[in-house]
């Protein structure tokens, strides 16, 4: 397992764009599905966005797609999440997570299918 830090998380007023990375450690990285994670209080984790080793597949959950990018930089050991017109639902601790997937080409969706997360940073959005 790569171990993996979260960072970029902050307090932004509605509307406004966020950038969080998540840089991960190892020679290994590019061989890792990624996502990003979110738990706000009182409710279940939700995948926002999550992309397969290449970086070509991605998926994104409806309440974030057209507002959210991942992205990766196997160069730097790094995956980016881009929040653009953020709303105070956005609000949560949010999560990189991997999983080593070198062969499917798949990207997961569900958090389950993740087996290593980072610490997490939080996301506060104020209205």
């Known amino acids: 397992q790569v171990p993996l830090v979260e960072s970029g998380g902050g307090l932004v007023q509605a509307g406004g764009s966020l950038r969080l990375s998540c840089a991960a450690s190892g020679r290994t990285f590019s061989k890792y599905a990624m996502g990003w994670v979110r738990q706000a209080p009182g409710k279940e984790r939700e995948t926002v966005a999550a992309l397969n080793w290449s970086g070509r597949r991605t998926y994104y959950a409806d309440s974030v797609q057209g507002r959210f990018t991942i992205s990766r930089d196997d160069a730097k050991n790094t995956l980016y999440l881009q929040m653009n017109s953020v709303k105070p639902e956005d609000t949560a601790v949010y999560y990189c997570?991997?999983?080593?997937?070198?062969?499917?080409?798949?990207?997961?969706?569900?958090?389950?299918?993740?087996?290593?997360w980072g610490q997490g940073t939080q996301v506060t959005v104020s209205s």
């Open positions: 997570a991997s999983r080593f997937s070198p062969v499917s080409g798949n990207y997961y969706s569900s958090p389950e299918a993740y087996d290593n």
